[in-house]
């Protein structure tokens, strides 16, 4: 993933979100698999839970604490952007979601996959 281009810091927020919720429904599904060896229609209940806004709202909540000043920074962007909320998102986890997925996506891009990692490892 070396070179992407452009300046991480220059990438539109709601580009990172797209990123870091690809990366966040990838980890979620990869450690449900690791951790459970569940029938497939089970695993996508399991996950739909966590990569909901509502659950990646709470896993903000457990989290928040631990988020260095440059992440916050990113979250704050992420969560004041004028992303669109779905029809079935409480609009307040809508906007805690894309701020979570645009300090994830930010975090990738950076290639910085311990920090990545380390807060991942949090959800479960």
Known sequence: MANIGQNIDNINILALAFVGDSVYD?????NLVKKESAKVNSLHKK?????SAKGQAEFFD??????????????NRGKNSKA???????PK???????LEATLGWLYLKEDNKRLEEILNKLM
């Open 93 to 99: 986890d809508y906007a805690i979601a894309t701020g």
């Open 62 to 75: 457990n989290i928040k604490e631990i988020l260095t000043e440059d992440e916050l920074a990113v979250f």
């Open 47 to 51: 996950a739909i839970h966590f990569v």
């Open 26 to 30: 990838l980890w979620v599904r990869s």
């Open 84 to 90: 669109i909320p779905t029809k079935n998102a409480n």
